[in-house]
């Protein structure tokens, strides 16, 4: 008998190349190689050709116009592009910004790059399950805020901001509104219009697109939403992203945007399911098994989990070779230290250095995820075992128990329960 396959559950890292994508590439890099740019043949018009499909595909699956699309390399990019522009074009209004503390690392670093050249930034303390209110967002506004910037959808717990109601309350005060939805875009749906969001970050590499290309929804109707470019160059894309476009990964692009708007509405339920199947399987297996972020208003592939008595760090190095998580954003995975999202949400360091993120993805099955279970639970029971702490703890319920599978026995919402279950 051969040795199984690792198991890839996470997603919210990085997506395989979808092969429909892959094969729209291809071309791109050999036939039709020419520069976008370079209109005056047969090579850069196909590949300017090429773009305009793929800026067409970008706008229909967030209903926008086609001229709003702006190419970048990635969400990181665009969050940048739409914060530092934004607040540039305004310093004559003002040069206030509004966050969370739960942001990726590109908004929060971005934010504190202002901060060091004289701009005020308000770090917004979420909930519980890492949430902010429309009320909250409202209150920080002041006469000189130029900007506010949310997720649409943590990256390490899935957890959903309610963006059409914060970007009301924002518009309301005639302050712009970005929203990075890199974790969003092709999961849920996203409608730039219904949302009222002025400027949207999205990553073709969450979408099961290539790395290194992005977009940047810009509004232009009703009026345009000014940004300063970060670089200077040929004036590609409109002005705002100088650079020889990436043809191939801007291609590659588009066709994830295009299968997300096709297969999104049964992807996501199937997804989802999955998703369930993994944490209830954990639940009814190990004790202590604690969710992390909203138990409903999250992504429907993410499932955030702390285990007592099992630290992540060593439930990932026994799952190294058999299934793939992580214990927080990839792009600090380096850093040994708790998640900034888990802190910011008041959990304890000892619960946010239990916690592991899976997240599901399009070829998973059901078969991968029982294995999966069966190896969760072997590494976790291991490293408990050799835990004297929870020899100590035998005998005593743990928060988040089988009966109790999302660890919210004595959580801090009473009798009635959570927000959203049920």
């Known amino acids: 008998m051969g040795v199984s396959p690792p198991i890839y559950l996470d997603h919210n890292a990085t997506t395989p190349v979808d092969p429909r994508v892959l094969a729209a590439m291809l071309p791109w890099f050999t036939t039709h190689f020419g520069n976008a740019s370079s209109r005056s043949h047969s090579f850069g018009a196909a590949a300017a050709e090429a773009v305009a499909q793929a800026r067409a595909q970008v706008a229909r699956l967030i209903g926008a116009a086609e001229r709003e699309i702006v190419f970048t390399s990635g969400a990181t990019e665009s969050d940048n592009l739409a914060i530092r522009g934004a607040v540039e074009a305004l310093r004559d209004k003002g040069n206030h910004v509004v966050t969370c503390l739960t942001e990726h690392k590109a908004v ?22 890492g949430r902010v209110s429309p009320v909250q967002v409202a209150e920080a506004i002041t006469d000189r805020t130029v900007l506010v910037t949310l997720m649409a959808a943590n990256n390490e717990t899935g957890t959903l901001h309610s963006i059409r109601e914060i970007a009301k309350a924002v518009k309301a005060r005639g302050v712009l509104f970005h929203t990075d939805a890199a974790q969003a875009v092709g999961r849920i749906p996203i409608d730039v219009d219904a949302l009222g969001v002025d400027l949207v970050s999205l990553s073709a590499h969450k979408l099961y697109g290539p790395k290194g290309v992005g977009a940047l929804y810009v509004r232009r109707r009703p009026g345009r939403v000014r940004l300063v470019p970060l670089m200077d160059g040929g004036g590609h894309e409109q002005g705002l992203r100088s650079g020889t476009l990436n043809v191939p990964g801007i291609v590659g692009l588009g066709m994830a945007c295009e299968v997300a708007l096709h297969e999104m509405e049964t992807e996501g339920p199937r997804v989802a399911a999955l998703r369930d199947r993994l944490h209830r399987g954990l639940a009814a297996r190990l004790d202590g098994v604690t969710l992390n972020g909203h138990p409903s208003e999250r992504l429907p592939n993410t499932v955030n989990l702390a285990f007592a008595y099992a630290d992540s760090e060593g439930v990932l190095a026994r799952l190294h070779d058999h299934v793939a998580a992580s214990s927080g954003a990839a792009c600090t995975s380096a850093v040994l230290e708790p998640s900034h999202v888990l802190r910011a949400m008041g959990m304890r360091d000892d619960e946010a250095l239990s916690s592991v993120r899976f997240s599901v993805g399009r070829f998973n099955t059901e078969e991968a995820i029982d294995r999966a279970i069966e190896q969760v639970v072997a590494a976790v029971t291991a490293l408990r075992e050799s835990n004297p702490l929870y020899a100590l703890a035998a005998g005593r319920p743990l928060r988040g128990n089988a009966s109790d599978p999302a660890g919210q026995g004595d959580c801090c919402c009473g009798p009635e329960g959570c927000p959203g279950e049920g």
């Open 108 to 129: 929060l670093d971005t934010c504190r790059r202002l901060e060091r050249g004289g701009a005020a930034v308000t770090y917004l303390q979420p909930d519980v399950f």
